[in-house]
């Protein structure tokens, strides 16, 4: 159900408790002083206004759907957060150049406080109307593609705005601005989610908001990047300016890779050290004159400075590194690539075993019982008869890697 209602700015500043100009699909606040001046002088001077849209929520309180940075500059302005333009011209005869709100005559003080303004209020309960609303509105403006997905409905952005939450982003080195993060752990997703390396544009990035808008936060994938990011977040314990976002990206790949393929556990500090180094020998051959520099490195520079998020700039840059991290970080066992024993191998593990359990020593039957490696698999263990062993599954369940 939608409503008008006409507020003058005095009446809006006196409601600032009772609106919230950033609920959690709008982007933060991006205008520059010369816009909020611009703004405060159109009011002086009667100029027309776009009306402003609210959901009311209940208790006379209110979310912005579409004029947070119009709100929140007349509010800056009631708190003397700036002053009118060096060259503002009078108004009604009175001076308003380089002037603070407490610093105007109260005849042009009045002008602002009296000036109505148009809003739209949008009764509902229903938040994917509200966020579809949102959506249309914003059609046509200079809103960034993360800030438009931060919008949508659905559980792939819930699940992406609750990634941006781990420790690990707090060693980045950028910035959250207009969601920055939102957009790095979006492109994560989508590589974990492509089980390989992918294009991931924003187009790419939409289309998987659309197409996984029930996504399971606790499903095998979810939990893959998460575990991931545990990793990242141990390989670095403090803020590190090695985390750019290309780099940020391309760890994580890294890592993806790693983790089925090779023992890396308890190497996050060598992985790190081997990173931190590559990149100070990467930052030192750019300021080489350009017949010394690396030829590798130098298309590896520019595979991160024009489309890095291209599934061609990414696949250069993780190839390189790897065999750069291959290279210099030795003793990385790479495992089995057959997991699980076959029905032959079981057949000699359960005979050798007597199908004795070995750890309780309970007789299990044949139907009841499980091929566990000795030397686990997620260690380098291999799938073979000499490291398989017969456990009971309350023991195999309860036997640990570490």
């Known amino acids: 159900m939608l409503k008008k209602a006409t507020w003058p700015l005095f009446t809006l500043s006196k409601k600032r408790k009772k609106i919230d100009t950033n609920p959690d699909y709008q982007r ?8 909020k001046q611009l703004l405060i002088d159109s009011i002086l001077r009667d100029f027309d206004v776009p009306k402003i849209y609210l959901h009311e929520k209940n208790n006379d309180t209110y979310d912005v759907i579409d004029g947070q940075q119009r709100i929140r500059a007349i509010w800056s302005f009631y708190d003397d957060e700036f002053a009118l333009p060096k060259d503002a011209e009078p108004v009604n005869g009175y001076e308003v150049a380089n002037k603070k709100y407490s610093e105007l005559d109260m005849d042009v003080a009045t002008i602002i406080d009296s000036y109505n303004l148009d809003f739209v209020i949008l009764d ?3 938040e994917d109307e509200i966020r579809e609303m949102f959506l249309r509105l914003q059609n046509g403006t200079t809103l960034k593609a993360q800030e438009k997905r931060n919008a949508m409905p659905g559980r792939m952005r819930d699940f992406i705005k609750g990634l941006t939450n781990h420790e690990f982003f707090t060693k980045v080195h950028f910035s959250n601005t207009r969601f920055t993060y939102d957009l790095i752990a979006a492109q994560m997703t989508l590589l974990e989610l492509n089980k390989g390396i992918c294009n991931i544009k924003d187009r790419d ?3 998987m908001y659309e197409k996984s808008k029930d996504f399971d936060a606790s499903s095998t994938d979810a939990k893959t990047i998460y575990r991931i990011l ?3 977040n141990k390989m670095f314990p403090d803020k590190s300016p090695e985390l750019k976002r290309y780099s940020t990206i391309s760890l994580f790949i890294l890592i993806m890779d790693l983790m089925p393929n090779y023992d ?3 190497r996050e500090a060598d992985i790190a050290k081997w990173f931190i180094d590559f990149e100070a020998e990467r930052l030192l051959d750019e300021q080489k004159e ?4 690396d030829p590798r490195l130098v298309v590896y520079h520019e595979r991160v400075s024009h489309s890095s998020d291209s599934e061609d700039s990414l696949l250069y840059r993780h190839n390189f590194l790897k065999e750069s991290l291959l290279t210099h970080v030795p003793n990385l ?3 089995d690539t057959k997991r699980s024993f076959d029905e032959a191998q079981r057949q000699v593990i359960y005979r050798r075993g007597n199908g004795i359990c070995k750890i309780c020593g309970v007789k299990c039957d044949w139907n009841n019982w499980e091929a566990d490696h000795i030397t686990p698999w997620s260690k380098g263990g291999k799938t073979e008869i000499e490291n398989g062993q017969v456990l009971c599954p309350s023991c195999n369940s309860k036997k640990s890697d570490s």
């Open 28 to 35: 933060p606040a991006v205008w520059t002083k010369a816009q």
């Open 230 to 232: 545990d990793y990242l």
């Open 264 to 266: 890396i556990r308890d």
């Open 124 to 126: 509902t309960q229903n």
């Open 205 to 207: 990035l939409n289309a």
């Open 333 to 335: 066992p790479q495992k």
């Open 290 to 293: 350009p017949e010394k520099q």
